[in-house]
């Protein structure tokens, strides 16, 4: 008897938690963990929340999946600004050292502050204007109001400052140029605007340097 009764009660739990509604819409039927609500959602609300009212966390299922289908809008020539900053494979190469370590940098600050692809957007645009700046002989610092992207421009600074006092103690001269740092930071605004999925919450740019730039102690770059 007391077998039984375990027994329906068990089936009475699966058949709520199956038949439970959306915790977004409370219509449709939950049919998935959603780790960016903490809840259970139906289908429709994660494909449209995902990424525009849904902080979706990298590690998703569902978020990896439909990354694995998308597809960004193409984009023109005009869609980039700082044309006239020429970045070849050859000045890739030649400054390898230091892209490792803008990237690994970026990547850490948007994840301290769980900040969006285009709060870092704008932070290198900001600190490219303040690049270009300098190269004109003025000291004028473009400083963005979005905090989380002025938090991302202040380690990319701090970033900058500690690469170039490593490299000075290492070769015992000043040999990273403003011009070098300026290629590097359009490089990297460049990547961004061809990651952006074009979702207020998106983080497609984000992953991808996470996972094209594999996180060593930065310290191992400069031996």
């Known amino acids: ?6 027994g329906m009660l068990n089936d009475t739990m699966e058949s709520s938690a199956v038949n439970s509604p959306c915790k977004l819409c409370q219509k449709k039927r939950a049919r998935r963990f959603c780790p960016g609500v903490n809840a259970e959602i139906c289908p429709v ?4 929340g995902r990424e525009t009212t849904i902080d979706c966390p990298s590690t998703c299922e569902h978020l990896q999946e439909a990354r694995a289908h998308e597809r960004f809008v193409p984009h023109t020539k005009d869609d980039f600004p700082n044309q006239d900053v020429r ?3 050859q000045f890739l190469s030649e400054h390898d050292t230091l892209i490792a ?10 994840q301290s502050n769980r900040a969006v692809d285009r709060d870092a957007g704008e932070a290198l645009g900001a600190l490219i204007k303040t690049y270009r700046t300098l190269q004109s002989g003025l000291i004028y610092e473009t ?6 992207a002025a938090s991302i421009q202040q380690a990319l600074k701090e970033a900058i400052g500690d690469i170039s006092k490593r490299l000075a103690e290492k070769t015992g001269l000043q040999t990273l140029r403003d011009s070098d740092v300026l290629g590097s930071l359009v490089f990297f605004q460049r990547l961004q605007i061809q990651h952006d999925n074009g979702r207020p ?3 497609a740019f ?4 996470r996972e094209m730039f594999p996180m060593p102690a930065q310290t191992e770059l400069l031996v």
Request: include cysteine; charged fraction near 25%.
């Open 143 to 148: 400083r963005p109001q979005n905090p989380y």
């Open 1 to 6: 008897m007391y077998k039984s009764e375990r």
């Open 101 to 110: 370590w803008l990237a690994f940098s970026l990547v850490e600050a948007m």
């Open 45 to 48: 609300c994660c494909g449209t």
């Open 206 to 209: 984000y992953d991808f340097l």
């Open 87 to 89: 970045v070849t494979e």
């Open 201 to 203: 919450r998106g983080r």
